[in-house]
């Protein structure tokens, strides 16, 4: 019997002893140890590379000699003239244990990383994808012993991965043989296992050792716009982010139009369901140019949305969406092939997953929302808002939690605004207002510098300055207000009563200038009462929406509150507290969260145990109808003004003095303010 | 507490002891006797009907009074005048025990039915298909607990009818709102559980109570012909039966010519494909025009084919089997969507299933024929035949089954045979030759007369009398070596030789004329010396392989002998023996299968339990490959009279008396013989 030794790993602190000649790969596998192999040990993928340290480590009770691993071999030689190795570092496969030895293996090397996210609130990632690569060696055929290549190559991945009771489609069926004799009998099999599905399944296959990654794609599908972040589903990183409009918006602005003309149309459910799936291929296509990969790559598709985007994606007439009781076709998560949605732009045998809806109006979007922000597990009462064109909002900690939908329309996401725009280079993101002078300056998308800072002509000069997104109109209006140049009803001042020659008249009420490019043949950004008109729809809708939530669950305040939008940047959370679009909170209790959908949607691409987690959680949560409350009325039509009760906005008023102005003269009120719709 | 009472069930005699007021049907579900319902017990789809009798019964010890079961009710008379019900039934789901009964359920209300097929050694078909149809009342949508109507769906089923975890596809999603509100809530789901899947799935659902039925296609996809029976998934009743050509037989007739077309040809494979899954919508299409039935409502199709139409099926190149070691892509069962072939004739959401494959050139057409004939199963030592352009033969018995395929090429079912013709009305499909006279009589498909029968010219006016088919051709060779018009090398005598002007010179040889209709514009009916060598290069390969498998065997004799072919009606058992198609044996030991394949499809469609036990079967049967054999070139080479050597068939020289002629003479002998070509 050979000697036993003493292995142990860090950073996982496990250890075992293991007799002379065990590679560190297998040492580190018997014991659990998150080490990465794609190649299964054979010297050739480079995924379980370790650290060796020597000496004497007293905190672990041992001493390492020199010779405590094998030498380094030929295969370690090879790949290090190939593709280089860092200093010290060996092949964990390699290697193999000759005395007592402590192993380290760094974040590189683990198979479930941790992706870090920006915001320090936010939950890790850890990595556990639907979707693995494998590489395996494959038994040849023998005419004496018949048995198919599928059945043989199930017979490696059991043998050579423990990976049992595999499926594959016709697709796979149909290039597996020609890729097995080109792989010499060596190939990488992508392997997708659901977590709700009993068989794994073939997603692709290349000959000998494939290089070129996997990835996935974490799809917000807004009423508005599409964002898509295309991540690597081997250490989760995000390779490109890209968003387009949703051009559905030719069949309505918002939810409710669409599901008027689907009722409106026959047919017209299919056209909107054609059009959103077009624009999914192209927008996989793009973010893959911009990755610089093969979409053929992209494996996977995450899917967040509201209930009728949803339906209208799956191919289902959401006629139902528009009418109580608002039954959903489904509305536990579905697991689908890439084909069933037309997705042809990535890999033929790519997997959907798209998350559970809530309710009928209360979507795979709040869910995701849910997932990346669990209010579930709050220790306070906390508020999360995902604005959108319908916001979602839910309020809860870990004892209860509720949700609604709020029907804002597109304003905050830069549509119904004059001078809006979507979130991409060239749009204003941020803005200033000079209390003093009532002068703007501002920064627009793909630039640090704000206009009035030296070198901002050159920096935008390729891009130009084309308009204003979501989070600018929301500074926009909050600064016009702090400047004095809006009154709390939301007039905007002529040029009489505000002092300023850029309160422009426009009509029978005024306008606000930005900026002016004309004299260049570039547009004209102004701010314009309708501008006014419409933010104050959708933040009355937004807020109403909150305090339904708030009343439902018998608070006055709540502890804290988290700002999330799909659209531009983060959302500045003391201008959406001027505004009035959420309930008064200390300003420090108030986060700004970016595209909390996205991120759930990110969440369940990345790791696949969270999509049982957030198929429990919906169903513990607690939903609240907006459209049949009368109380939710009430709210809205009460919270029209800018903000709309100082009283009730004690917080606010520590932060911020808000200029006493009325401007509803004789010459400016006779606007037709437009009535506000149902949007759904 | 109530009185319990006895109730008896027969034919099954299970009893057990009911409270007053028990429907029957439940007490049947409770004791587990096979009482058909679809509808669950709501009055209106009858499958439960039941013959109470009444009166003293010594065989059970009980005494049933007049009012043993609740008077006849509202819903019983309804369903009566609507639809008529047979006097002395009742419905299983209305009538209710009221005292000890003795209730019979007749055969048409049993859910297991069994199917009597015709001949008399074939095994029964129990009825217990993947697909059933359930009826359902669902639970309306309520605003204030939201779920899903497909979750709603879900608890029906599981609440009304044990089925847990379904799930549905796409198209599914797509039509299940408005299906579910016309039926006002009652639906019919066809609910497909494979033998092999972890999950249930929804194929299809109707607003109410659906009575269209559902249907499955058993398929027989030959080299040369495809040939299908439209079984009804309720009771197994063959609803129609077609075939048409493969449209494959212009990339060449026989399987290595079309291995030879893709390997020639870049894309050659999917032209192949194309054709064959076009060829199937089209007879889909036909089958269910002549059932009259909407092809939608066929849920099902299993396929049984040779490896080489199994991977053009699934559009897979089949490079790799016209090469040793002839390597299967997959050799298990395949259970599969309509859609992944392209089968969009019938049901989008049908299910596919493809018997598993034994070996490279043993497809699943030799395992169906296994499913059919079980020599698996048998006794004694039986040889299995199932005659086509590619021959499967199975030898064996209950110890162990041997297995192959020689390529006997396509003039078995009557290409490659000058007037040859596939089975189809007007085509030959019985020949007698009158050993004096030299006069033939025929009979032809579609018809019982014979050709000199009263009243034979109208019954055939109009399909015509258009050419032979695979039996027809088989019986006329042999009938032209008993009455002496062939030689035993296969040469067809003179006139002069023969002592008949149905001996008509062609070229340098001779043929036979059976039918002359070309005064009146018809074809004129031959068999050729070039025919007479087609048919002797398939018999010797048939007998080549059946030698083969009994040297592998080590025996010089079989048992039995069963003689299958998808071609015509039955094989004459007779005829072949004198062709020598078969090994000698006793005459009462050969028996006729008819289309065994296409059998051993209708069983895998009408029993899911069959699948499992095919696929536990293949792989214990042993493959031989006749390929590689040099065994089986010789027995082929010495196979070519006929029959090849009348000293090996004592049995055959018991019935018949082969005259001894010879025809070998300078004037007919130098007719370029066709080289024989492996045909895969």
């Not at 494998?134 to 055929?141: A, D, T």
């Not at 001078?419 to 640090?448: M, Y």
Request: glycine share 10%; aromatic share 4%; proline share 4%.
């Amino acid at each position: 019997m050979s000697t036993e030794h003493l292995v142990i790993f860090t950073p996982s602190g496990k250890r075992g002893h293991f007799s002379a000649g065990t590679p560190i790969l297998t040492a580190a596998r018997q014991l659990g140890v998150d080490l990465d192999s794609v190649c299964g040990g054979r010297g050739i993928c480079s995924k379980c590379q370790i650290t060796p340290s020597y000496g004497e480590f007293s905190k672990h009770g041992v001493t390492v000699a020199d010779d405590a691993l094998s030498e380094w071999n030929k295969v370690e030689q090879r790949y290090k003239d190939k593709r280089g190795l860092i200093d010290g570092r060996r092949l964990g496969c390699q290697a193999t244990v000759q005395g007592d030895i402590v192993i380290d293996v760094p974040p590189e090397s683990q198979v479930h990383k941790q992706v870090v996210r920006k915001a320090a609130t936010a939950r890790t990632i850890i990595m556990d994808p639907a979707t693995h690569l494998y590489f395996v060696q494959v038994e040849e055929p023998d005419m004496h012993s018949p048995t198919g290549d599928l059945e043989r190559l199930q017979r490696a991945l059991k043998t050579q991965w423990d990976i049992d009771g595999i499926r594959a489609d016709a697709a796979i069926l149909r290039k597996l043989q020609p890729i097995l004799r080109k792989g010499k009998w060596q190939i990488t099999v992508a392997v997708h296992q659901g977590h709700n599905d009993a068989h794994s399944r073939i997603i692709d296959v290349w000959s000998g050792l494939h290089e070129g990654g996997i990835y996935g794609l974490a799809i917000d599908l807004g009423s508005t716009t599409i964002a898509a972040h295309l991540c690597d589903l081997a250490d989760g990183s995000v390779k490109a982010s890209s968003g387009i409009m949703n051009p559905q918006i030719r069949f309505g602005e918002d939810l409710m139009s669409r599901v008027s003309y689907a009722m409106m149309n026959p047919g017209g459910d299919r056209e909107m369901t054609k059009a959103v799936r077009v624009a999914i291929n192209e927008l996989t296509q793009e973010i893959a140019k911009e990755a610089e990969i093969d979409p053929w790559l992209i494996v996977e598709n995450v899917f967040v949305c509201n209930p009728v985007m949803h339906h209208l994606l799956l191919g289902i007439d959401p006629v139902e969406l528009g009418q109580a009781p608002f039954a959903l076709t489904t509305s536990e998560s579905l697991s689908l092939d890439a084909r069933d949605l037309e997705l042809t732009a990535m890999n033929s045998s790519g997997r959907i997953y798209i998350l559970p809806c809530i309710a009928g109006h209360v979507g795979a979007d709040a869910a995701a929302v849910a997932l990346s922000e669990e209010p579930n597990k709050s220790e306070d009462l906390v508020l999360v808002v995902d604005v959108g064109t319908n916001a979602e909002i839910l309020l809860g900690d870990k004892t209860r939690v509720l949700a609604c939908s709020s029907p804002t329309g597109p304003a905050f996401e830069g549509a119904q605004i004059s001078s809006g725009q979507r979130a991409a280079p060239g749009a204003i993101e941020r803005i200033e207002i000079d209390a003093e002078t009532k002068e703007p300056r501002f920064r627009v998308i793909g630039s640090d510098l704000w206009s009035n800072e030296d070198g901002f002509a050159e920096v935008t000069a390729v891009s130009g300055i084309t308009g204003i997104c979501g989070s600018g109109i929301i500074e926009a209006v909050a600064e016009m207000r702090m400047a004095g140049l809006l009154d709390p009803s939301g007039l905007i001042g002529s040029a009489e009563q505000t002092g300023t020659a850029r309160c422009i008249p426009e009509g029978r009420t005024n306008a606000y200038l930005i900026h002016d490019a004309s004299a260049d043949g570039g547009p004209t950004i102004t701010v314009t009462q309708g501008d006014i008109r419409a933010i104050q729809l959708a933040k009355s809708a937004l807020y109403a929406g909150a305090r339904l939530l708030m009343d439902e669950m018998g608070v006055e305040t709540v502890d804290r509150i988290v700002l999330a939008g799909a659209f531009g940047a983060h959302i500045s959370t003391k201008h959406a507290m001027v505004l009035g679009m959420i309930p008064d909170a200390p300003l420090d209790k108030v986060s700004s969260a970016g595209n909390a959908a996205g991120t759930g949607a990110r969440i369940a691409l990345c790791n696949k145990a969270s999509r049982v987690e957030i198929e429990r959680t919906v169903v513990e949560i607690t939903k609240v109808e907006t459209a049949i409350e009368p109380k939710f009325q009430e709210h809205f039509v009460a919270a029209s003004a800018i903000p709309h009760a100082t009283a009730t906005f004690p917080e606010l008023s520590k932060i911020v003095d808000l200029p006493a102005v009325s401007f509803n003269t004789a010459g400016s009120n006779k606007e037709g303010g437009r009535r506000r719709k149902r949007r759904g």
